[in-house]
Nanobody, 115 residues
């Protein structure tokens, strides 16, 4: 069982930045592939960025060049640095950990981009 706790969400103006953190409870955190997803009201949950156990990364087209995912094995934490935020980035952001056949989710953190 893996427990994931997100933090770092909040209200930010357009063009601003936030850094989300996801702390994992699990020993051997580095063997898990990790990801950030988001869900806006009335929309389906969608992948924002992922990082594998081998530290390969992938990004949704709508965040390329603005968001960066990273992980710190010593702190069992994965980060999402979000720059140049837009109002359409407003959503609940969820942390995800997976190693087949298991998958775990955090409780989510709200990000609101508004002036």
């Amino acid at each position: 069982q893996v427990q994931l706790v997100e933090s770092g969400g909040g209200l930010v103006q357009p063009g601003g930045s936030l850094r989300l953190s996801c702390a994992a409870s699990r020993y051997r955190f580095l063997i898990y592939d990790m990801g950030w997803y988001r869900q806006a009201p009335g929309k389906q949950r969608e992948l924002v960025a992922g990082i594998t156990s081998g530290t390969s990364t992938n990004y949704a087209d709508f965040v390329k060049g603005r968001f960066t995912i990273s992980r710190d094995g010593a702190k069992n934490t994965v980060y999402l640095q979000m720059n140049s935020l837009k109002p359409e980035d407003t959503a609940v952001y969820y942390c995800n950990a997976r190693i087949a056949p298991f998958e775990y989710w955090g409780q989510g953190t709200q990000v609101t981009v508004s002036s």
